[in-house]
């Protein structure tokens, strides 16, 4: 009996020690393919630097890389100013208004008009008014009588005073502009921080299918050393299978990546503007640039002087003021010198001349609550432009706090996922070797394989999330980082 139990682990002993014999031969041939055929997954940290063949090209319109549009961040913004449409509306926007300036001062100039007509009366008409004086003798100019009468002339009109409501008419226009003129420049900043936000997604996209693809290729590798364990008798089938479904899971992965990348270039290049979107263009990274900003008391005070649509909501709130002050002036009388000089004649008579001048006034008596109504009106919309500047002034200050503590969160955020991907790397790495030597599970190296694409995932999107809320604080606060290279 005791001769058969140390037969039997014997034995086991003899089994188990094949095993590690196999296993560790196994391994020994493994890396000798891997080192004449394919990276290590430990030596490759560059994987996180992009080839020019894989940003911006699509699998079936390959081209050759000098054919790629590269453009860095400032060339995109610079390009997307010059051809945005949105951009151009707001520059229109201006340019109508300077029509209204001069419109709005041609009020306060004489209107000269001339006309001409021909009517013809049931009975004879005085082609002049009659006006007879006596004593009536041979030198007594009679009107002529005709029921056909043609008559030309010129009159004049110059406004003098209309209760303030010419030169108020003038600063209205003129602040207008002034306003679309800070929607322009707001235009501009949120096109701005709409373009760094694409520019970033990109980037942060790239890197994530990088990391997708080397993520795949350790799957594959993975699969195949389970695949061997698999014909030598050490691994059971169910390690393949769920190798295998880890592996379908990690293409799917980076498909739906590749498709977010491919969007958000058809994005970008709607936000630049271009007519053609079959162009294929590619983003040139850059590295991430330590920005200083303000605190958050000095941000507060930057934006509020330096907002453009703050600005022209307190601008919109004083063209209310003065329209107030318009529909109030309608009380008052408007005085204007009028004159008029022209002539008539009949059909078969010479042009009998007239002419008058002089200075008018008319004040309104009764107008059935017109301009109540309309004081009223302008009162309600100055109300509303109030509570619309305060809407924004409140805004404007969660806007600065958030940015604020966007940036002061993604840099915790940034230390962590680096130490997490540094632990992630090495976890992988003991994993891998602990089922190469049979001491591990094929799922330990799925599970930690997981891990390490969660952490750069992370990583990758702490690092957008860093960018954009830069950007965002710039927006936040009027200031445009851009200026000078766009410029140029």
């Given at each position: ?8 682990g ?17 391994l ?86 001339g ?38 002339g ?34 501009k ?9 694409v ?22 590798v ?6 061997i ?68 008391k ?11 649509d ?10 209310s ?55 009223n ?18 805004t ?54 997981t ?6 995932t ?31």
């Open positions: 009996m005791k001769w058969q139990m140390k037969r039997n014997t034995e086991i002993l003899i089994k188990k020690r094949m095993d590690l014999i196999i296993r560790i031969a196994v020994i041939f493994l890396l000798i393919c891997t080192i004449h055929h394919t990276p290590s997954y430990a030596q490759e940290p560059s994987r996180h630097d992009l080839s020019a063949n894989q940003v911006g090209l699509s699998e079936d319109r390959p081209r050759a890389e000098k054919d790629v549009d590269k453009y860095t961040l400032s060339m995109l913004i610079k390009y997307a100013m010059k051809n945005n449409p949105r951009i151009r509306i707001a520059a229109k926007d201006i340019e109508a208004e300077i029509y209204g300036i001069d419109s709005a001062r041609a009020d306060r100039m004489p209107k000269i008009d006309g001409s007509g021909i009517t013809r009366y049931r009975y004879d008409t005085p082609l002049t008014p009659i006006v007879i004086q006596p004593p009536i003798g041979p030198g007594t100019d009679f009107p002529l009588f005709r029921n056909t009468i043609w008559d030309a010129i009159s004049f009109r110059l406004p003098l005073f209309r209760g303030g409501r010419l030169f108020r008419g003038v600063n209205v226009a003129e602040m207008k502009k002034t306003v679309v003129e800070d929607n322009y420049r707001m235009s900043q949120e096109l701005v921080y709409n373009i760094s936000s520019y970033h997604k990109i980037a942060q996209l790239e890197k994530l299918l990088l990391v997708n693809d080397a993520s795949v290729k350790q799957l594959e993975h699969k195949g050393n389970v695949g364990y698999l014909k030598t008798g050490v691994a059971p089938r169910l390690d393949l299978l769920k190798t295998d479904v880890e592996l379908s899971h990690a293409k799917e992965n980076r498909l739906i990546v590749k498709n977010s990348l491919a969007s958000a270039y058809e994005f970008l290049k709607n936000l630049m503007g271009m007519d053609d979107m079959d162009v294929i263009i590619s983003i040139v990274h850059e590295k991430p640039t330590d920005i200083s900003y303000t605190d958050l000095e941000s507060m005070d930057t934006a509020l002087s330096r907002r453009p703050y600005k022209a909501a307190a601008k919109k709130r004083l063209i003021e003065e329209r107030v002050k318009i529909a109030e002036g309608r009380r008052l009388p408007d005085i204007f010198v009028a004159g008029q000089y022209g002539g008539t004649a009949g059909s078969d008579t010479g042009f009998r001349e007239n002419w008058y001048y002089g200075v008018k006034l008319t004040m309104p008596i009764m107008d059935g609550g017109s301009i109540r109504s309309e004081i009106r302008e009162k309600v919309q100055l109300e509303k432009a109030r509570e619309e500047e305060r809407f924004l002034k409140l404007i200050i969660r806007e600065v706090r958030d940015a604020h503590m966007s940036i002061a969160n993604v840099k915790e955020r940034i230390e962590v996922t680096q130490k997490a991907i540094e632990s992630a790397r090495e976890s992988l790495r003991v994993e891998l070797l602990k089922y190469d030597t049979g001491a591990g599970m094929s799922q330990d190296v799925i599970d930690a394989q891990a390490l694409l969660r952490a750069e992370d990583y990758y999107q702490a690092i957008f999330d860093r960018e954009t809320a830069v950007a965002y604080l710039s927006k936040a606060i009027g200031e445009d980082r851009y200026a000078v290279e766009v410029g140029k």
